[in-house]
């Protein structure tokens, strides 16, 4: 058993080794720029990690501070007593840290329970930036990888050492995280794929998997629906090396004579699923997409997907062709056609479809090779972040161009709620519930805000006043309600105080935003003419006897005229009744008469 296990983690080394031998990876990246002190202000890259969740489309501002204590972030900062949450009106507070100890993932997870923002780590080495990955999977990490939810970044151990020493001469540095060009946005559809897997058994990131694909088949299906996005799905595959192909490992784990792998599901030979399962398998979902793309329905791939994982799993013994039928059938598709596309996995030639798939893994323009899964890739770009659904979507957003984004773009799913916050410190007037505060998966923005048809003029940070009405000669005015010279000032005019004797001369006077409002008392009712108004009394049970006896003489002579119009019918239908009778007894028996015999109906 001990033997199996050594070759088969030499088999994965050897693939392993295969891959990376050739692997071309891109490090995606983000703009930093330090707004102060005017001494370091510039712009930067830096590498975003590949976790948390990225505000792509959007930017993010904060106040840098580098700890006094645990400065490699690889403890607990409660256990040194602090804290890093931005007090009320304060910028949002973004830690630096120093590479090196423990895993990137765990520095930011760290700090995130710290109260922090964002996160900086400063490489120790002087070398290009690298992409901050998730460690290996085990149970300790799995439980807080998927709950890192601010963004994260690596910065040069040059532009770190500037960053460090600032701070320590007393400096407040400010720093602004941009992630909009992050992901190219050219035009309005966004091209997109998902490099993903069949196998439900290899742990946290295939559980990761399959979860992802079920929260985001809706969201996809209404974006391939309206014609927003083209989806692609992709599905990693090895080659066995020539010297190999008759060897126990790649008749198990490969179809087409060791043209196209896939690891053992449970990483023992001796029992369960093989590789080559998990490829037919891969390849019979690249042929439901191909073949549902032919119908000009590829969104049933998420369908199938989703459905396959939940009707066939591994677990079940139920991860078969059989089971795959059934699926397919119940969403209507073809599955000769599909077979047919499948072509013989026993063949000694290639598969047109998983070689296209092998040469897909090769990087080409800003793309780099595709070398772990899940990757998603994103107009050529790919995607670094947490895979969840709100995370994913945002990115894809941002691939809009601006202004054509769909409407689930800018639904509340994927708002940033920055404005839940001291009002994403934008300008407010809580008296009259307005703000200058609006949401949008890009981020904040503070403008002010257009209410009644009439738009509020300023920064949308300090203020927002004033209004602008053009009545059409190209002058400014305030409107109805409002006095100033309608171009710099527009103020509510009290109209209780200036004017109540005008308007409410019975009754008392609330003023609201642009008007007013009266209330008279006594249970009066109040009635506005023009500028003027009145309070009248309620209808009294005066009134209400008199129009009860109006209502009683009406009733009255509605029956009257009932009755006389029933004797009149009864008349009527009488008179007719014995007219009709007599000109029918002309031609045919009634009741009391003999018949009269007639031959229409006897035989010719």
């Known amino acids: 058993m001990e033997l199996q296990r050594l070759h088969l983690l030499q088999w994965f080394t050897l693939l392993s080794s295969l891959m990376n031998c050739y692997a071309r990876f891109v490090v995606e990246k983000n703009s930093l720029r330090v707004t102060s002190p005017e001494k370091i202000a510039g712009t930067h890259d830096s590498a975003i990690g590949n976790f948390g969740v990225p505000q792509y489309g959007g930017t993010l501002a904060g106040v840098l501070v580098y700890p006094k204590e ?183 784990q490969c179809i087409n004579y060791g043209r196209y792998c896939a690891p053992d599901p449970e990483h023992d030979f001796s029992s369960g699923y093989e590789g080559k399962d998990v490829v037919i398998e891969n390849l019979r979902q690249l042929c439901v997409f191909k073949v549902a793309n032919e119908t000009d329905k590829p969104w049933l791939w998420w369908d199938y997907v989703t459905d396959f994982h939940i009707r066939c799993p591994m677990k079940e013994k139920r991860y078969n062709k059989e089971c795959a039928d059934v699926v397919l059938r119940a969403l209507g598709l073809d599955v000769k056609k599909i077979d047919k596309c499948m072509g013989d996995p026993n063949a000694d030639a290639d598969n047109p479809v998983l070689k296209e798939e092998q040469e897909a893994q090769v990087g080409k323009g800003t793309r780099g090779d595709v070398t772990i899964l899940p990757t998603i890739v994103v107009n050529n770009h790919q995607y670094r972040g947490k895979l969840a659904k709100v995370a994913v979507l945002k990115a894809i957003c941002a691939g809009f161009e601006e202004t054509t984004e769909p409407s689930i773009c800018l639904s509340s799913d994927i708002e940033t709620n920055e404005c839940l916050e001291n009002n994403g410190g934008c300008w407010q007037d809580k008296a009259a519930n307005l703000t200058a505060c609006k949401d949008t998966f890009r981020g904040r923005l503070c403008e002010c805000p257009f209410v009644d048809g009439v738009r509020f003029n300023g920064d949308g940070y300090s203020h927002c006043e004033g209004f602008e009405q053009d009545d059409g000669d190209g002058k400014c005015e305030c409107p109805p309600g409002f006095k100033g010279d309608g171009a710099k000032t527009c103020e509510d005019i009290d109209e209780c105080k200036e004017s109540k004797l005008s308007h409410c001369p019975e009754c008392s006077c609330k003023n609201t935003w642009g008007s007013y409002k009266c209330t008279c008392s006594g249970g009066r009712l109040y009635i506005r003419d023009q500028d003027r108004g009145a309070c009248i009394s309620k209808i009294g049970t005066e009134v209400r006897a008199s129009w009860a006896a109006i209502w009683a003489i009406l009733i009255g002579l509605a029956m009257s005229g009932g009755g006389a119009y029933l004797i009149y019918k009864h008349r009527l239908r009488t008179y007719m009744d014995s007219e009709i009778r007599a000109i029918l007894a002309q031609y045919m028996p009634l009741d009391g008469q003999a018949e009269i015999p007639n031959h229409v109906s006897d035989p010719a």
């Open 70 to 252: 645990n400065r490699k972030g690889c403890k607990n900062f409660h256990d040194f007593g602090v804290s890093f949450k931005s007090k009320p009106g304060a910028l949002p507070t973004f830690l630096l840290v120093d590479r090196g100890d423990c895993f990137f993932a765990l520095k930011v997870w760290n700090i995130q329970q710290a109260g922090a923002s964002a996160v900086l780590v400063a490489d120790d080495i002087s070398e290009p930036l690298i992409t901050m990955n998730t460690p290996e999977e085990d149970s300790s990490s799995a439980k807080y990888i998927e709950n890192i939810t601010i963004p994260s970044a690596l910065v040069s151990k040059s532009f770190g050492e500037t960053l460090k020493k600032t701070i320590s001469g007393g400096d407040i540095v400010n720093v602004n995280l941009d992630w909009r060009e992050a992901v190219p946005h050219p035009d309005d559809r966004v091209e997109y794929e998902l490099w993903t897997n069949s196998n439900d058994v290899c742990g946290f990131k295939c559980d990761l998997l399959m979860e992802f694909t079920k929260e985001f088949k809706g969201a996809a299906q209404i974006l391939e629906k309206g014609g927003y996005t083209q989806f692609r799905p992709h599905y990693i595959t090895w080659y066995c090396p020539q010297a190999f192909t008759l060897s126990l490992q790649c008749k198990s």
